[in-house]
């Protein structure tokens, strides 16, 4: 089956520091793969995705790549905010009919 | 496009009760998926409409819940004879012509 898998959290970093929350996955097939951020209370909002090996996917000073080789789809940011304190989910679907599998997600806390 | 959005936000009734929540989907997007995510888990999937058929259902989906999706525009779930268990924030997604999920605010169920 489908799953995806990321780091436990909570992730603590200051103003400033570089952010990676690693996310691997199992897929049969050819999945494309996304991230989703949720802040306290609120729905899921699209971060970035790449549908494709190579594939990079930005999005406000976030980024990830779509390693095929290793299964990985790492988030990093080179310089987080106190605004990014949040929980992130790694997510992949299989086709654009197909349902999203997430992971657990990790809550990042970013302090001044 | 003013996104998805769900009603109520909020929810508290008591154990037994009938509960329904509404999503209304992004104009035009004809695929609305539901989810439900409990505390500190990433969503999972329950059921999903194209259009106004429901092609598929999780096995998470028990036969207290039903949901609709009349003409293709927006969705009901509807939960009878709630449990304890059943808490948790239930989500809605709508998907236009790509395979990118564009999520409401949720709906928390608390069930007393």
């Known amino acids: 089956g489908n799953s995806v898998t990321q780091m436990e959290g909570p992730v603590t970093l200051s103003e400033e520091a570089f952010l990676t929350i690693n996310c691997t996955y199992t897929?049969?097939?050819?999945?494309?793969l996304f991230w989703y951020v949720q802040y306290p209370g609120e729905g899921l909002q699209l971060l970035l995705k790449a549908t494709k090996a190579d594939d990079k996917g930005s999005n406000k000073g976030f980024e990830a790549t779509y390693r095929k080789e290793t299964t990985s789809f790492h988030l990093e940011k080179g310089s987080v905010q106190v605004s990014d304190s949040a929980v992130y989910f790694c997510?992949?679907?299989?086709?654009?009919?197909?349902?999203?599998?997430f992971g657990k997600g990790t809550m990042l806390l970013v302090s001044p | 496009d003013t996104g998805v959005s769900q009603d109520p936000r909020h929810k508290i009734t008591k154990r037994g009760q009938n509960v329904t929540f509404r999503c209304d989907p992004i104009s035009e997007h004809n695929r609305l998926y539901w989810y439900r995510q409990t505390l500190g888990q990433g969503p999972e999937f329950l059921t999903y409409?194209?259009?106004?058929?429901?092609?598929?259902k999780s096995r998470l989906l028990s036969d207290r819940f039903s949901a609709e999706r009349p003409k293709g525009s927006f969705s009901t779930l509807e939960i009878q004879r709630t449990e304890q268990g059943d808490s948790a924030m239930y989500l809605c997604a709508s998907v236009g012509g790509t395979d990118t999920q564009y999520f409401g605010p949720g709906t928390r169920l608390t069930v007393l």
């Open positions: 897929a049969t097939g050819y999945p494309s």
């Open positions: 409409f194209q259009n106004e058929a429901q092609l598929e």
């Open positions: 997510a992949l679907t299989l086709s654009g009919y197909s349902t999203l599998t």
